[in-house]
């Protein structure tokens, strides 16, 4: 997965991280031709984001915290500031 497609997915799931409790039920949503079903728990101030992507059912494991996102999606490591992501998804718009 691409960068801007990464960030994109991201920026999504931010957008949903601020209403999140921990132990919160799986979510979803769709980018690109893809459905990424996740859940969000929050340890300390870390958020962490994890779950699959469809169809191909790769996983991803992302840790927000100090204004960056760092883990892993589909086996490729991603590292990127939150200001980042949120300014591909609105550049994609």
């Known amino acids: 997965m691409s960068y801007v497609i990464v960030s994109a997915a991201a920026a999504a ?49 992302l840790t927000v915290n100090n204004g960056r996102v760092s883990g892993v999606s589909g086996g490729m490591p991603v590292s990127f500031r939150v200001a980042d992501a949120s300014s591909e998804e609105i550049a994609s718009r």
């Open 13 to 61: 799931l931010l957008a949903t991280v601020a209403s999140a409790e921990p132990a919160a039920p799986s979510k979803s949503f769709e980018r690109d031709g893809m459905t990424y079903v996740y859940t969000v728990s929050t340890k300390g101030e870390r958020t962490m984001i994890n779950g699959r992507r469809y169809p191909d059912g790769k996983r991803f494991s």
